[in-house]
């Protein structure tokens, strides 16, 4: 089987392309993987020139034009057809490439996609997905995290669409954390059946019909880090909000542990003592160390880093695309696709 | 003497053949190891007998390996269908005998004087093509070498870096005799620089041009093809070598030929012969698509990369006591590149 070949939005985040350009480099070193850095090719190419890279499993296609962080999406990409983020999803819809991967403005890599790639049947909207650690571990692989999705691809979402996610998360976990049958729940205020908004109760009512995934039911925000499904089922402007917010906590956690450490002596003794297992719960909450989150339901796979990616986040963003390129994942939700929602939702 | 128009020399280790020295265990295998078991950088070997071949061609090979190791270098090179006119190799068993061990490390009051020394035995016309590698100073010496036969580097200032490379006195007399028996002349076109540890290619810029780091032999041969040496028909010979002993593939190929579009050292009317070349040689394609991959795909990689690049001026004045200065000896170079791991202790860091 040939290498997959990953397109990488060289110009997208807030420390592009510099870090975009490091994590690709030692990409080509340390992985068999066939890289495409697309973008401002000089630019590029001049900062290739000063790490260590291997140039045999690199291509650099030139993109004129970048969208910032900062820009409306629509009008951006209307006005800048030549973005490093537009050319870069015609590449992977073109054959060129199978996976994107962009640390950019996820609006832009959202429309971008929506323009050049195909939604598989039965999917109305896509879906940003990210992995969040929890205190329970999930599926035969054993990961430390749960699916939470959508995470900000869309603002709102239908019953439709939340059971479109529900179907699509449950695909994607069954094949990368190995988990034959992952528990799936829809976020609300309440556990009961009728806690939520009518889009929650009437995706409830369907996925409790729905053949084909492990529908647990409602959970609320305390079950997502105890880890209670493998799954969370959310709209994108309520999932940004608990994913950023739960970031925010992990981060702040670090922060005053860190206050902690320089404060006294002999908390820096204690905290020296415990400085394994405080590294171990870094890496665990280091979005780093994930890479990046599927945006699910094109016929592609397209990989969303964080925007304040930097080189070992791009690292894993690419490793992730492979290993979802690897899974086939946009066949295997297509093929769930079809077994499942459509008849539920009676279409 | 005759009829020599072109040397070709080569090192050994990192250029010609993959070998592991950065640890004990690597040299000792190295040391022990039969000829057949000694592994090549891919298609080194397809490219020296190219060479070989033409007309005029003289294939020198100087190396740092002990002279003990002679017998079962030459028969890998019998192993490898590769003939060369020259061998040198290191006396680095009298050097241990005589207590010199910084003489078995150096590479400057070794190879300088060596170069010299098979320089008077080719015509005043013959022009040199030279093949080294990034783990020691192999761009440093072969420009050295360079700038002492045009006289870019005159008495005082070889004496003063042979000193600053700490090089035995007896090595750095006979260095600066050689150089002051030197007819004067200007032949060294290109330095080839295997990027065997894939050294960034920015640290080599100090050197200008004419030193052009390499990521493999199929760079060195496009570029050779551009220079005039052989035709696009040993491109593709080459190409065929790492395709079928080295699972290369035409992706690869096509990168690989970008990057050399990217660092201005071709163009991109330069694939047209080599695609003529391709065609023509249906063994070659054939070898090449191991995956269903088309010559388009090739030739796609080539089409974006955006305007044609400067190139760097071809001889600048190199500043080899600056160099020294502050780099430090050349003996030391490859441990400071390697850089060491900084503990840290603090969990939080």
């Given at each position: 089987m040939p290498n997959a070949t990953i397109a990488v939005d060289a110009m997208g985040g807030d420390f592009a392309p510099e870090e975009t350009v490091k994590g690709v480099a030692r990409l080509s070193l340390e992985t068999q993987l066939d890289l495409l850095l697309v973008g401002d090719e000089p630019r590029i190419s001049e900062l290739l020139t000063r790490v260590r890279h291997n140039p045999e499993r690199i291509g650099v296609w030139h993109a004129p034009e970048a969208i910032g962080m900062g820009e409306k999406p629509a009008e951006a990409l209307a006005g800048k057809p030549e973005a490093s983020i537009a050319v870069a999803a015609r590449l992977v819809a073109d054959g060129v490439a199978d996976a994107l991967v962009t640390a950019g403005n996820t609006g832009a890599a959202i429309l971008a996609c929506a323009d050049a790639l195909r939604l598989l049947p039965g999917v109305r909207r896509a879906a940003l997905a990210a992995v969040f650690p929890t205190a329970l571990r999930h599926g035969l692989k054993e990961d430390p995290f749960s699916l939470v999705l959508d995470v900000g691809a869309g603002?709102?979402?239908?019953?439709?669409?939340?059971?479109?996610?529900?179907?699509?998360?449950?695909?994607?976990?069954?094949?990368?954390?190995?988990?034959?049958?992952?528990r799936v729940a829809l976020l609300s205020n309440g556990t009961e059946a009728e806690k939520g908004t009518a889009a929650i109760v009437e995706a409830h009512r369907r996925l409790a019909e729905l053949q084909g995934i492990d529908f647990i039911g409602n959970i609320e925000g305390i079950d997502i880090p105890r880890g209670t499904a493998d799954v969370v089922v959310t709209g994108g402007f309520v999932g940004n909000v608990v994913l950023k917010m739960l970031e925010g906590v992990a981060e702040t956690v670090m922060e005053l542990a860190r206050f902690a450490y320089k404060e006294r002596l002999a908390w820096r003794m204690?905290?020296?003592?415990?400085?394994?297992?405080?590294?171990?719960?870094?890496?665990?909450?280091?979005?780093?160390?994930?890479?990046?989150?599927?945006?699910?339901?094109?016929?592609?796979?397209?990989?969303?880093?964080?925007?304040?990616?930097?080189?070992?986040?791009?690292?894993?963003?690419?490793?992730?695309?492979?290993?979802?390129?690897?899974a086939s994942i946009p066949a295997s939700i297509a093929g769930l696709m079809v077994e499942s929602p459509l008849r539920a939702s009676g279409e | 003497m005759g009829g020599i128009r072109h040397v070709y020399r080569w090192d050994l280790d990192k250029t010609?053949?993959?070998?592991?020295?950065?640890?004990?265990?690597?040299?000792?295998?190295?040391?022990w190891e039969k000829a057949s078991a000694k592994v090549n950088v891919a298609g080194s070997?397809?490219?020296?007998?190219?060479?070989?071949?033409?007309?005029?061609?003289?294939?020198?090979?100087?190396?740092?390996?002990?002279?003990?190791?002679?017998?079962?270098?030459?028969?890998?090179?019998?192993?490898?269908?590769?003939?060369?006119?020259?061998?040198?190799?290191k006396p680095n068993f009298e050097n241990l005998l005589r207590g010199r061990f910084r003489a078995l490390r150096d590479q400057v009051g070794y190879k300088l004087p060596a170069l010299l020394e098979g320089?008077?035995?080719?015509?005043?016309?013959?022009?040199?093509?030279?093949?080294g590698d990034d783990a020691e100073a192999d761009a440093f010496v072969y420009s050295l070498y360079a700038d002492v036969l045009a006289g870019r580097v005159g008495p005082a200032e070889l004496e003063e870096i042979l000193r600053l490379c700490s090089v035995y006195e007896d090595d750095a007399q006979r260095t600066l005799r050689l150089a002051a028996e030197a007819r004067h002349c200007d032949p060294v076109g290109r330095i080839f620089i295997h990027l065997d540890g894939y050294t960034p290619p920015a640290r080599f810029a100090q050197y200008g041009a004419r030193v052009v780091p390499i990521y493999n032999y199929f760079q060195a041969a496009v570029l050779l093809m551009i220079d005039g040496h052989f035709g696009p028909m040993a491109v593709a010979r080459i190409a065929a070598e790492l395709s079928q002993g080295y699972g290369y593939s035409l992706i690869s190929l096509a990168n690989s030929f970008q990057d050399l579009l990217r660092r201005g050292l071709a163009r991109r009317e330069d694939v047209s012969a080599l695609r003529l070349a391709f065609e023509a040689?249906?063994?070659?394609?054939?070898?090449?698509?191991?995956?269903g991959e088309v010559f388009e795909a090739f030739l796609e990689r080539l089409a974006v990369v955006a305007g044609v690049r400067e190139r760097l001026p071809e001889k600048v004045p190199i500043d080899y006591l600056e160099i020294l200065r502050t780099q430090g000896p050349p003996g030391t170079w490859r441990h400071k590149r390697r850089g060491r791991t900084r503990r840290v202790d603090d969990p939080f860091a």
């Open positions: 603002l709102e979402a239908t019953a439709d669409d939340l059971v479109t996610y529900a179907v699509m998360g449950s695909a994607y976990a069954r094949v990368i954390s190995r988990n034959p049958r992952p204690g905290l020296t003592m415990l400085g394994g297992g405080i590294r171990q719960l870094k890496k665990v909450t280091d979005w780093e160390q994930y890479g990046g989150a599927p945006i699910l339901g094109f016929d592609k796979v397209v990989i969303k880093a964080h925007g304040r990616s930097k080189e070992q986040a791009i690292f894993n963003a690419c490793k992730v695309a492979a290993k979802a390129v690897a | 010609y053949l993959r070998t592991d020295f950065d640890s004990w265990r690597g040299l000792l295998r190295a040391a070997a397809a490219l020296m007998r190219e060479l070989k071949a033409l007309e005029g061609a003289r294939v020198c090979v100087i190396s740092g390996s002990p002279r003990q190791m002679r017998r079962t270098l030459e028969e890998k090179f019998r192993l490898d269908r590769v003939a060369f006119d020259e061998f040198t190799l320089r008077s035995r080719v015509p005043d016309a013959a022009n040199e093509t030279l093949f040689q249906a063994a070659v394609i054939d070898a090449l698509r191991p995956a």
